[in-house]
């Protein structure tokens, strides 16, 4: 159990940057989930702190020892990869006593350890077995368990669930976190499904092309995202981005989206007003459908273009101009393709983005 | 119906192999076992009848185990020189193979193509390069070193001194054939060793094994069935093989009979030995000496077979092909 940190690490396949510089803390006991699409660099991070890879540039520390040319071997961290990598020629039992075999403990405590290990995990009757006689769930299982049974001082884990049906993805997704708080090992764990990493971390880290993009709650990152990108990225369906003019009404800035203009109060006012355009955002869930534009609301009138039925839900997507806008809304509610509607947002559910920066006005210092 | 036509069509498949291994298989084993009944000498047709006693060559073979002291030494020569180049092929060419799948990528190029280059020069050509470099005179290459070096101040009779025989016979026939034939497990192992899926190579190490560890307990498992496959293959094909003997006997540089194995006996026997050899040739003896040991081949190899477990290796396909 430690705190792992990261300072200015890039990583670079020649000419490629897998990551640049990136500075992170991931504290004693935490569970953060590094969250991001494909190909952003999220293995190569994982590979770093593990020790697989060496950092182009920068320095990794686990607590106050400074790991960055320490062999993998030497650096105490449990690892389950993507595709899980048992050892196919050793039965379940051999797999996971392998790390504590390596160490040269007694033979009695590796047994204990093992079985142990095996009952958390709900994997006691498969010991005997090959990794190839297991299912994607219980192989899952049995390289968790190789990971934990050593007792890491870190615990990595790469899409350990992406190959595992919907079901058993949300099942193990409890115990999992049900496992790091009763362990207390610190743990990282990479996903490119957010719903996974809001429901299982302490701390979400998004990063995209190798730079860290937002660090933050769960929270955070859904209600304050920082740059259009996180925006865009968390959320199922992501925020709704709108282009708008700022325009000048009666000495302040007012935003105009289309037909309507919105006039917020001060501190934000005086932020817009040093933009010409920005760019408006607010998730699909804050938004609600109406024949008439709503009192105290931001009203946007649009055209209906889809509607999808999900069972619990309904999303509309709609035309503001030529941009489309998702709208989720009650499984009753069914408009007609081609009628026009009103979007209805609280004023503080909106979000303005730079279009030049791509940031957040929030976090811009006046 | 549809019986018959699945016939006809496994027939169609197998005729072709069926053909070539009768014809070039097949028939020269029957003629061969015929020929080993017979008293054939210098190749006359006169002589190849059958003896009243069929099995006279073998027997004849029986007794030089026991009585022949040139044969005797024949026989020593096949074991100490299967069983060792043996290991030294196999090992050795594990122990490359894992020391170039651990190089970085460029080095490891390098190494493959160096250890290639024995395999790839013609046989005469090789073993003219160690027939000047074993060579008795001053002329040759190891003399000429170590007597620049002081080492020793006349020329040594490297392979034929009778008081080196028959080890450094041995150790020239070994390490002639060693440096071929190493490259064949490097190339098998080190291509298996690289279908190892990476990812297990990385867990073993982030399991805290050294390197040592890991070649234990990851490596070398993962390639046990090339390991048993090499050693079979090797085994039989030293059982058989006399090329490069052949030469170094011819040319003189090594001791004729501690440098014989049984298939070179085979050879001279039958086809005589240029230069000092003996004028008249038995193709009745040798055809026998050669019966012997395809039958002693077949034997070991299925022995090996059964011994390292091929049934076991041999993985039920999953789902129904
Ligand atoms: N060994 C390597 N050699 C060269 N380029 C690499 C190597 N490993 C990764 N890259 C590149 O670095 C970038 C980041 O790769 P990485 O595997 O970290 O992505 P990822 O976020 O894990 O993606 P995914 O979600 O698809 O697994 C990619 O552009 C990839 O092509
Ligand atoms: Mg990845």
Redesign the interface.
């Given at each position: 159990m430690v705190e792992v940190r990261l300072e200015s690490v890039s990583k670079r396949f020649g000419r490629v940057v897998a990551l640049h510089e990136v500075t992170l803390t991931f504290e004693d006991g935490s569970f953060t989930a590094i969250l991001g699409p494909s190909g952003s660099g999220k293995t190569t991070l994982l590979?770093l702190i593990?020790?697989?890879y060496k950092p182009s540039s920068g320095r990794i520390y686990f607590g106050d020892r400074d790991v960055t040319n320490m062999?993998?071997?030497k650096?105490?961290?449990?690892?389950v990869?993507q595709?899980y990598?048992?050892?196919?020629?050793?039965t379940v039992y051999d797999n996971i006593a392998?790390?504590l075999?390596?160490?040269k403990l007694p033979r009695d405590e590796i047994d204990r350890r093992v079985r142990e290990v095996a009952k958390l995990l709900h994997i006691e009757e498969l010991l005997e077995r090959y990794p190839?006689q297991l299912s994607g769930g219980q192989q899952q299982r049995v390289a968790m368990a190789?990971a934990l049974v050593?007792q890491p001082d870190v615990l990595l884990l790469d899409e350990p669930l992406s190959n595992l049906d919907a079901l058993l993805r949300i099942k193990i997704r409890a115990e999992l976190k049900r496992l790091q708080k009763d362990l207390g090992i610190t743990t990282i764990y990479v996903t490119h499904d957010q719903s996974e990493a809001l429901a299982l971390a302490d701390r979400i880290v998004v990063i995209d092309r190798g730079r860290i993009q937002q660090v933050g709650t769960p929270d955070e990152v859904y209600a304050r995202p920082r740059n259009l990108f996180v925006a865009g990225f968390i959320g199922s369906p992501p925020a709704n981005l709108i282009p708008a003019k700022i325009v000048a009404r009666s000495g302040s800035a007012c935003v105009a989206i289309g037909d309507t203009v919105y006039c917020p109060d001060k501190p934000l006012s005086e932020k817009l007003a040093r933009f010409q355009e920005v760019i408006v955002a607010f998730r699909p869930e804050h938004a609600t459908l109406g024949e008439e534009p709503a009192e105290n609301m931001v009203s946007i009138e649009a055209e209906v273009y889809t509607v999808e039925t999900l069972g619990k839900e309904n999303i509309v997507t709609l035309l503001v101009g030529a941009t489309p806008v998702k709208v989720v809304v009650e499984p009753s509610v069914r408009p007609q393709p081609g009628s026009k509607l009103f979007i209805n947002v609280e004023p503080e559910k909106l979000m303005f983005f730079d279009p030049e920066t791509e940031l957040n006005i929030e976090y811009i210092e006046v | 119906m549809k019986m018959a036509g699945r016939n006809a069509a496994l027939l169609f498949f197998l005729a072709p192999a069926f053909i070539l291994i009768a014809l070039f298989y097949l028939v020269p084993l029957a003629i061969t076992v015929y020929v080993s009944f017979t008293d054939m000498q210098n190749w006359s047709l006169y002589t190849l009848r059958l003896l009243p006693n069929p099995l006279f060559n073998y027997a004849r073979l029986f007794h030089m185990m026991l009585y022949d002291p040139d044969f005797v030494k024949v026989v020593y020569t096949t074991i100490v020189f299967t069983l060792v180049t043996l290991a030294f092929n196999v090992l050795g060419g594990l122990g490359l193979a894992i020391a170039v799948y651990l190089m970085e990528e460029r080095l490891s190029g390098f190494f493959r193509g160096l250890w290639l280059l024995p395999r790839m020069t013609p046989v005469a050509v090789y073993a003219l390069l160690w027939y000047y470099f074993f060579l008795g005179s001053r002329d040759g290459t190891l003399n000429a070193i170590l007597m620049a070096l002081g080492v020793i101040d006349k020329p040594v009779q490297w392979g034929t001194d009778p008081r080196l025989l028959p080890w450094s016979a041995w150790a020239i026939i070994i390490y002639v054939n060693v440096l071929v034939g190493v490259s064949f497990g490097m190339l098998i192992f080190y291509s298996a060793l690289r279908s190892i899926p990476w990812e297990q190579v990385i867990a073993a190490r982030v399991d805290g094994a050294s390197t040592l560890q890991l070649v234990r307990h990851i490596l070398i498992p993962s390639i046990r069935w090339h390991i048993m496959f090499v050693t079979v293959w090797q085994l039989l094909s030293l059982l058989t093989t006399y090329a490069h003997i052949f030469l170094l006997v011819e040319w003189g540089v090594v001791d004729r009979w501690w440098s014989s194995t049984w298939a070179l006996y085979v050879f001279t026997t039958a086809f005589g030995l240029g230069g000092g050899g003996p004028s008249s040739t038995y193709q009745g003896l040798a055809a026998a000496a050669a019966v012997i040991l395809a039958l002693v081949g077949a034997g070991l190899g299925l022995l090996a077979l059964r011994l390292l477990g091929f049934r076991r290796m041999i993985v039920p396909p999953k789902g129904e092909l």
């Open positions: 590979y593990a020790g697989i062999p993998p071997n650096r105490n961290v449990g690892l990869f595709n990598a048992l050892y196919p020629h050793m392998f790390p075999r390596l160490k190839s190789r050593k | -």
